[in-house]
Every structure is written in structure tokens, then in C-alpha cells.
């Protein structure tokens, strides 16, 4: 995935569409940023929405993944964040 040890590492996870908030977690990434918080952040999935995602600072825009590349991909964050206001068939485990 590229992060250091050291790297507090926040994941989302998900579709990239309006109902999965994708405002919320841009919002929480460049108030990091803003406030000189050490992080990265890493992002999975696709949608429509990758193009602002993939313009917030530190920042790793993964696009999908699955099976062990997906299973690395969570082992790798010390936070999961998932912003979504709806989420009717819950996959993310």
C-alpha cells in the first residue's frame, strides 16, 4: 500500500456515490489536513465520485479491490470510516 509503520492510516471502503457521503469524508480529510494532523488516508472502491476524492491531500485513491488484495487494504488502516447515511445490504465487515 506504500505507508510507513508509523502512518495513522484512515480507510473508506465503499461505492464512490453521493448516498455513501462521500462530502462527510472529504470534509474529515481536509480538516486533517488543515489542522496539521499526521495521516494518510486510503480509498477503495469506484463510483462517480472518484475524481474528488482523488484530489484530497495525502491521500491513496486504491479504486476497487477484492479478496486478499481488499483483506491487505483493511489490515493496512487504524481507522475505518464509513460516512454512509444509508446502507441497506451492509457488506462492509
Same mark, same amino acid.
Given at each position: ?18 448516498e $455513501? ?6 470534509? +474529515? %480529510?481536509?480538516k486533517?489536513h488543515?489542522? $496539521? %494532523?499526521?495521516? $494518510?488516508?486510503? +480509498?477503495?472502491g ?13 491521500? +491513496?485513491?486504491?479504486?476497487?479491490? /477484492?479478496?486478499?488484495?481488499? @483483506?491487505?487494504a483493511?489490515? @493496512? ?6 460516512? /454512509? ?9
Amino acid at each position: 500500500m506504500g505507508f510507513d509503520e508509523n502512518d495513522v492510516v484512515i480507510l473508506w471502503c465503499g461505492r464512490l456515490v453521493p448516498e $455513501k457521503r462521500p462530502d462527510i469524508f472529504c470534509k +474529515v %480529510i481536509r480538516k486533517l489536513h488543515e489542522r $496539521k %494532523i499526521p495521516f $494518510k488516508a486510503l +480509498v477503495v472502491g469506484q463510483g462517480p465520485v472518484e475524481a474528488e476524492v482523488k484530489n484530497l491531500p495525502n491521500t +491513496v485513491f486504491a479504486g476497487w479491490m /477484492s479478496g486478499d488484495e481488499l @483483506s491487505t487494504a483493511y489490515a @493496512s488502516c487504524d481507522i475505518f470510516l464509513f460516512p /454512509s447515511a444509508v446502507e441497506t445490504f451492509g457488506n462492509v465487515t
